[in-house]
């Protein structure tokens, strides 16, 4: 299949939170994946409709219409990477979303273009309380997922086939996020996927960590809590999103290079 445009939809990962930012823009793995495929494919197009913070159900009503309204059918390719944001959720709703979440991928299907679907990674390596409870959620969720893509013949990136995905340098210092590093290897993952080409190493595991010393673990953890844990809570509290009034970074199809 030669593809001629991409729209990705989702929310923080998607956008691309966390990875390097070029002209004021997070980079993310989408956009990496997107240099690649405007290589290989002429009048390739683009566009990013992902805001953070997003919940599924919030991505199928403003996101899903919109990318279906620019689909060229099957060599339009989107990517579709929501649900993560509900899951973590101290009330969440499984039944819920699962059905919200398949009901937007029937409409995308419907529409002719090819989908890649995406699992979230079950075992962090963690072993908390609040992981074990995200663990088994994830767990369900991404049954789910496989269960989807298979029905529908949707692309499927699942983490949880690698282990070296529980490397926790993959993912930034606000500990939710993926790193540029994290970023870089998603895209890798995808462009396989799409049999593009690729960094064929790109399973490879990092290099042994060199352990912290308590004094080090406590400067990091202050540093987290007051950086990351502190902004969230006061969010919560106002019942706030990270994502309120922002608008997506490429909410419409444009020529990339």
């Not at 997070?26 to 405007?38: I, K, L, N």
């Not at 993560?84 to 699962?98: E, Q």
């Not at 298979?150 to 692309?155: C, E, M, T």
Request: charge should be positive; hydrophobic fraction near 40%.
């Amino acid at each position: 299949m030669r593809f001629n445009r991409f729209i990705a939809l989702g929310d923080s990962m998607t956008e691309g939170m966390q990875d390097e930012i070029v002209n004021g823009k997070y980079r993310g793995w989408a956009d990496r994946v997107a240099d690649v495929m405007a290589e290989n494919y002429e009048n390739f197009t683009y566009a990013n409709l992902a805001v953070r913070g997003k919940l599924v159900g919030q991505v199928h009503r403003e996101q899903v219409p919109v990318a279906l309204g620019l689909v060229n059918g099957p060599s339009t390719v989107i990517s579709f990477h929501a649900g993560a944001n509900d899951v973590i959720r101290p009330k969440y709703d499984p039944a819920k979303t699962i059905d919200t979440y398949n009901n937007a991928v029937d409409e995308i299907i419907k529409s002719g273009a090819t989908l890649m679907l995406f699992c979230v990674l079950e075992d962090t390596g963690k072993r908390n309380k609040t992981a074990q409870i995200w663990q088994e959620r994830f767990n369900v969720f991404n049954d789910n997922v496989r269960k989807k893509a298979n029905s529908v013949g949707a692309i499927l990136f699942d983490p949880n086939q690698d282990d070296f995905w529980k490397d926790s340098r993959f993912i930034h210092e606000d500990r939710l996020h993926l790193n540029a590093e994290g970023h870089r290897r998603v895209a890798q993952a995808v462009l396989a996927r799409l049999n593009l080409p690729h960094d064929p190493d790109w399973r490879k595991p990092l290099p042994p960590a060199t352990p912290l010393s308590m004094k080090e673990k406590t400067q990091v953890n202050l540093h987290w809590f007051g950086a990351y844990a502190v902004p969230w809570m006061i969010r919560r509290a106002r019942r706030r999103s990270s994502g309120d009034g922002r608008i997506a970074k490429y909410p419409a199809p444009i020529t990339w290079k």
